[in-house]
């Protein structure tokens, strides 16, 4: 039972399998939750001024860095459409989600922290609200987010998203596994994007729309491969994506050699996954012990973390 003098609200990472950054110019992308790590927040009544206290930071709201400013305005908006501006509260979120490392932190901590205190003032909180909320904080964030990321870390479904229309969520039919290897390097979603855009609009524009249109093909094709049980497939379509991530000038030498790695060490396929320039990549490959060898060799060439994903069971 909810204990009445409290608010929590939980939320979990993402990982993109396909179409990130051409997500943003409206092309397909596919994305699965990925609750192996989550965050939580509690929300308590307190006497005088609002407190935080999460991995950064510890003290006043007012006071809260600017580099924690998205977190800033989900709460100064959220508590706005709850009529509670001056309500005292105190404000805990704890993160298992690395930062900046392409698996929605950011998205994910103000997920649970919009959903903490719509829990603690006893409000509902429809989806569509929860997301036009955190794609507030999102944009401070990440400057032109697609809402893939919102939407990812509030869901315990995989979803097939465009940009504006309506979301569809997936029925993986896949044996495969999934490893995940984080370069321990944080990733710059905000500047790979702007640099995508940046590249549109200059001297690149022709080469850079093209790849935009064959990484929203990929995707496009590599859900028929998730949904019909075609891991070489996927896994190839995986490589395809990560070349043309390299060519877009999102990828990183950390990323390029864990993703070596695992093709050198039987992957079918392997990619960055989330906004790219450190952060984590993914290897696709056909059974449990494979997916522990590539575990092996990319935490011996310098992965942070590793996890394996059961395409049909989950973590
Ligand atoms: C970041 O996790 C995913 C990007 O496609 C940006 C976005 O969708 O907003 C790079």
Redesign the pocket.
């Known amino acids: 039972m909810k204990n009445e003098t409290q608010g929590v609200g939980e939320s979990n990472a993402?990982i993109?399998l396909l179409?990130?950054?051409?997500?943003?110019y409206n092309q397909p992308?596919i994305a699965i939750p990925f609750p192996a790590a989550k965050v939580s927040t509690v929300v308590k009544e307190t006497s005088d001024q609002t407190v935080i206290s999460c991995e950064f930071y510890q003290g006043l709201l007012e006071d809260m860095p600017e580099l924690l400013e998205s977190l800033k305005e989900t709460i100064r908006v959220t508590l706005k459409q709850l009529n509670k501006e001056n309500h005292p509260l105190d404000i805990r979120i704890e993160s298992q989600i690395p930062a900046e490392r392409?698996?929605?932190s950011s998205?994910a901590v103000s997920v649970a922290t919009t959903r903490a205190l719509f829990d603690f003032f006893n409000t509902v909180l429809t989806q569509e609200n929860l997301l036009s909320i955190v794609d507030i904080s999102?944009k401070i964030a990440?400057g032109?987010?697609?809402?893939?990321?919102a939407l990812m870390t509030s869901s315990s479904s995989p979803y097939y998203y465009t940009?504006g229309q309506p979301f569809e969520a997936l029925k993986l039919n896949l044996d495969a596994f999934l490893v995940v290897g984080d370069t321990g390097k944080t990733g710059q979603?905000k500047e790979?994007?702007t640099s995508i855009s940046k590249k549109l609009t200059k001297t690149d524009s022709v080469n850079t729309k093209k790849r935009i249109d064959q990484l929203g093909e990929l995707a496009k094709k590599g859900r028929y491969f998730l949904e019909n049980n075609e891991a070489t497939k996927l896994g190839l379509t995986m490589s395809n994506v990560h070349q043309l991530l390299s060519e877009l000038g999102?990828s990183s030498p950390e990323l390029n050699q864990l993703v070596e790695t695992a093709e050198k060490n039987g992957a079918i396929g392997a990619k960055l996954?989330?906004?790219?320039r450190g952060g984590c990549m993914i290897a696709l490959t056909h059974d449990r012990i494979g997916a522990e060898k590539i575990a092996q060799a990319l935490t011996d060439n310098g992965a942070k973390t590793t996890w394996v994903y059961d395409m049909r069971r989950g973590i």
């Open positions: 993402k993109i179409g990130e950054h051409s997500v943003v992308s392409g698996m929605g998205a999102e990440h032109n987010p697609s809402g893939l990321d940009k979603t790979a994007v999102v996954t989330g906004g790219g």
